[in-house]
């Protein structure tokens, strides 16, 4: 079945530093693809989304471009700040269905 | 606009207690699913709705059961709980067809069985 991969965590990193959080992704069809992200004490928020190959999500200076070559969903940022940490969780969804497979989620801690 | 709300926030049972897990949105999303949180697994699909009158299950639908009787409600009953079942419960809500849109999350539900 259809199954979202990524990297390890807890993340912690230095204000103003770059940030990439690795994810890769198996699936049957042509998924879509998104990223959330989740505050302490609150549910889980829509960060970003792809629906096909080689587009590109992007809000609140993150990006992640939908590499269908590599299956890979990748989340970047220039330059983190402390409001950045939060748990990110990458996330697909096949074509006409409204079910998401999650991946495991990584904890990312920005020190001031 | 209250989005979607989840009650209780948080709960304490002991093993074989029953309770209901509360889920309404007023978005008017035909779509609302439950899913638990459990550290180092990610988000799991429990069951879900695809419009009032239809359920199915998820993942890990063992030992929960839901109902949709109207489009704003959707409660999740533990008829026995049991310590496996202690973890984050999050209700979701999306409009209905076409490419997967973005789900709604409620705030959770924390819930501990002893």
């Known amino acids: 079945g259809d199954s979202v991969t990524q990297m390890e965590g807890p993340v912690t990193l230095s204000e103003e530093a770059f940030l990439t959080i690795n994810c890769t992704y198996t699936?049957?069809?042509?998924?879509?693809l998104f990223w959330y992200v989740q505050y302490p004490g609150e549910g889980l928020q829509l960060l970003l989304k792809?629906?096909?190959?080689?587009d590109k999500g992007s809000n609140k200076g993150f990006e992640a471009t939908y590499r269908k070559e590599t299956t890979s969903f990748h989340l970047e940022k220039g330059s983190v700040q402390v409001s950045d940490s939060a748990v990110y969780f990458c996330?697909?969804?096949?074509?006409?269905?409204?079910?998401?497979?999650f991946g495991q989620g990584t904890r990312l801690t920005i020190n001031p | 606009n209250a989005g979607v709300t989840q009650t209780p926030k948080f709960q304490v049972l002991k093993t074989g207690q029953s309770m209901t897990l509360q889920c309404a949105q007023d978005?008017?999303?035909?779509?609302m699913s439950w899913y638990r949180q459990d550290p180092g697994m990610g988000l799991r699909l429990i069951h879900y709705?695809?419009?009032?009158?239809?359920?199915d299950q998820g993942e890990v639908p063992n030992g929960y059961n839901v109902s949709r009787s109207t489009t704003e409600d959707f409660p999740l009953r533990l008829l026995s709980a049991a310590p496996s079942q202690t973890s984050v419960y999050f209700c979701?809500?999306?409009?209905?067809?076409?490419?997967?849109?973005?789900?709604?999350f409620g705030n959770g539900t924390r819930l501990t069985v002893t």
């Open positions: 709705s695809v419009g009032a009158g239809i359920t």
């Open positions: 996330a697909l969804g096949d074509q006409g269905a409204q079910k998401l497979v």
């Open positions: 792809a629906t096909k190959a080689d």
């Open positions: 979701a809500s999306s409009p209905p067809t076409g490419p997967p849109t973005p789900l709604h």
């Open positions: 978005m008017n999303h035909e779509y």
């Open positions: 699936a049957t069809g042509y998924p879509s």
